[in-house]
């Protein structure tokens, strides 16, 4: 680098290195930092009483004890801070004969440790399944609010062996909702779904994601949207509003859209998998970097290890929440990757991503939560650095942002073939405690990939209000949930929801979303609350006004103006009018309160109460 900007780069990066150095001279190690420091051999990776890691030859009795006594801890505590990650070391689980059968509750992570999903096998069902919210448990059953779970890299093999009634036979249950992922997995033997059928109704679901797997018949049931991506399905069965496919051997064809409402593209755009923890034949721990690749289709894994580099764990500084940011800070600017431990981290200054490639990399939904206005975590405007499996909570001092990706009018290494990428990054404004923030996501570097995230300003939690919905809207204030100024920026899997203004403003060019959901906030107090300028409302999807060129593929806004039902708002999708701006398969919903009266720039009819959880569609905007 010879120019004068490059210059000061350098000489900043020195500096922060040699202040760096001095912090972790003086400073107490621990972990892998302190293991190189001294020059002793590494012992075991010391990941908390958080993680629990089973070995084939433990008895399926012990392994099925302790899951089962986290699903049972797990499967109402929507809003704890209890964090769990159970990983499965190479070899196989459960017989024909006794099967390990477990379900998944809130902020769990399971995941099997081999190089190839197909080197740990579960014999038996891993499931999830509806909660039954009245009448002691046995009515107003769904999967609504089935949020913050995580599946990944092993073999199951679909066994009901000794379940009873609808639960016996090879179907295996998994009724989720957002923030929920599947990730590299073989799943033969049976019927995948994604509905829970067994229980009193409705049934709803409103999920997901399927990433890098290969699976058999899926039932898609009741999942209102679903994004699958660069995988394999015998079948799919069923769509509601918005199910889409990019990459998927065996995806259905779109043709008939609206009547199924499916989007298929026949490779994704832009993707890279999501870092993922192995344990090699010698022993040793690592963690596979998959790499960016370009226009795909099907499992990264059908020939052999996923392309990419692999890290040895040493390389990584594993924190857990007692961990002081400074600590974090200094390990991350000696040229350390961060592994994060499961647990509630409490974030007074932002944690700094600053070179090429660094990794973040966070298991068992561990979570950073701002305190004093802390943005808690920040990447530079570097190529290849990767955020992954971690959620980030506003605290109850307004944060200016919650990530943010690159500087504003900052300088911009960033790299169209190693793309920065968010992996399973999820947000959230209130729920488990009043929350406040002006934007919860910022991209301002270009060539970033978001791979699968939630954004979301609560619509419920435990937050103690008094005043109801009233109250939420002025005490966990969201404004903007998803801000992109970066060029060239792809996203697969966008959820966002709820915020006071744009839930998503994308004002960079050439960007790509495969894939968006959005329901409107629910809590507007009056039609004076809910205005931009003079238009009624906020638009759920806005591209700004100079952008040239973008495409959507696959999107719906929803509404439930709950706290008003008289609220309308203008448009569900507000774009430039021009033909380098292109919508594919759009579509407004209403869920029983509110009006949206456009789809997209004055276009379509309105979603209003007499078409409840009736879609109404565009399929191309602007038409061809």
């Not at 900043?12 to 051999?41: C, D, E, M, W, Y």
């Not at 998944?104 to 740990?120: K, M, Q, R, W």
Request: aromatic share 10%; proline share 6%; hydrophobic share 35%.
């Amino acid at each position: 680098m010879t120019t004068g900007a490059g210059r000061r780069v350098r000489r900043q990066f020195g500096r922060l290195f040699a202040i760096g150095l001095a912090v972790v001279t003086v400073g107490t190690l621990s972990g892998t930092a302190a293991q190189a420091h001294t020059n002793k051999p590494a012992p075991g990776p010391d990941f908390g009483s958080n993680v629990t890691i089973f070995d084939p030859s433990m008895p399926v009795e012990q392994i099925q004890a302790a899951l089962d006594a986290a699903a049972t801890k797990q499967t109402d505590a929507e809003m704890s801070t209890d964090r769990y990650a159970f990983f499965f070391k190479p070899g196989t689980y459960g017989t024909d004969a006794k099967p390990l059968q477990f379900k998944i509750g809130y902020y769990t992570e399971v995941a099997g440790l081999g190089a190839s999903p197909d080197d740990v096998v579960i014999n038996g069902k891993i499931e999830v399944y509806n909660r039954c919210l009245a009448d002691n448990g046995t009515s107003n059953c769904l999967a609504l609010v089935n949020f913050w779970r995580t599946l990944s890299n092993l073999s199951l093999h679909i066994n009901g062996t000794g379940q009873q009634g609808c639960r016996a036979g090879n179907t295996n249950f998994w009724a989720v909702s957002q923030a929920v992922s599947l990730r590299r997995l073989d799943v033969t033997g049976g019927t995948f779904s994604l509905m829970d059928y067994c229980t009193a109704g409705p049934q709803y679901a409103s999920g997901g994601f399927i990433a890098d797997s290969r699976f058999p018949t899926v039932l898609n049931g009741s999942q209102q949207q679903w994004l699958t991506r660069n995988s394999k399905v015998d079948s799919w069965t069923n769509a509601v509003w918005n199910q889409v496919f990019a990459g998927v051997e065996g995806a259905p064809d779109e043709s008939a859209f609206p009547n199924p409402p499916y989007t298929t593209l026949a490779t994704t755009p832009v993707s890279r998998e999501k870092p993922y923890l192995f344990v090699d034949a010698k022993g040793k721990w690592n963690v596979r970097v998959p790499s960016a690749q370009k226009n795909t289709s099907g499992v990264s894994w059908a020939n052999g290890i996923t392309p990419g580099r692999t890290v040895s764990l040493n390389d990584f500084f594993i924190a857990k929440p007692s961990d002081p940011v400074w600590l974090i800070n200094a390990n991350l600017l000696l040229g350390k990757n961060l592994l994060l431990t499961p647990g509630v981290y409490n974030i007074g200054q932002s944690i700094n991503v600053l070179w090429p490639n660094q990794v973040v990399l966070g298991v068992g939904h561990a979570t950073l939560t701002a305190v004093n206005g802390a943005t808690p975590l920040k990447v530079a405007d570097v190529p290849g650095a990767i955020v992954a499996g971690v959620t980030i909570d506003a605290g109850t001092k307004e944060s200016k942002t919650l990530l943010q990706v690159g500087n504003k009018n900052g300088l911009n290494f960033s790299s169209p073939s190693n793309p920065t990428t968010l992996s399973d990054v999820y947000f959230r404004v209130g729920g488990p405690h009043v929350g406040k923030t002006d934007t919860a996501l910022e991209v301002n570097s270009d060539n970033v990939l978001i791979d699968h995230t939630w954004v979301w300003r609560a619509d419920h939690g435990i937050e103690g209000f008094t005043g109801g919905d009233t109250e939420r809207w002025n005490t966990n204030t969201g404004r903007y949930g998803a801000v992109i100024n970066g060029d060239n920026v792809t996203a697969t899997g966008l959820f966002v929801e709820h915020f006071q203004k744009f839930n998503t403003t994308w004002n960079g060019n050439g960007g790509t979303t495969v894939l968006y959901q959005n329901e409107l906030p629910y809590d507007p107090p009056t039609q004076a609350d809910w205005m931009n300028g003079t238009e009624n409302g906020y638009p759920g999807y806005k591209v700004g006004d100079k952008v040239k060129t973008h495409n959507l593929y696959g999107a719906g806004v929803y509404v439930f103006n709950q706290n008003n039902p008289s609220i309308h708002t203008e448009n569900g999708f507000e774009v430039p009018n021009r033909p380098g701006v292109k919508l594919h398969h759009i579509m407004t919903v209403n869920l029983s309160a509110g009006v949206i009266d456009h789809v997209v720039n004055g276009v379509g009819e309105a979603a209003d109460t007499t078409k409840i959880g009736v879609p109404v569609f565009v399929t191309d905007y602007p038409a061809p």
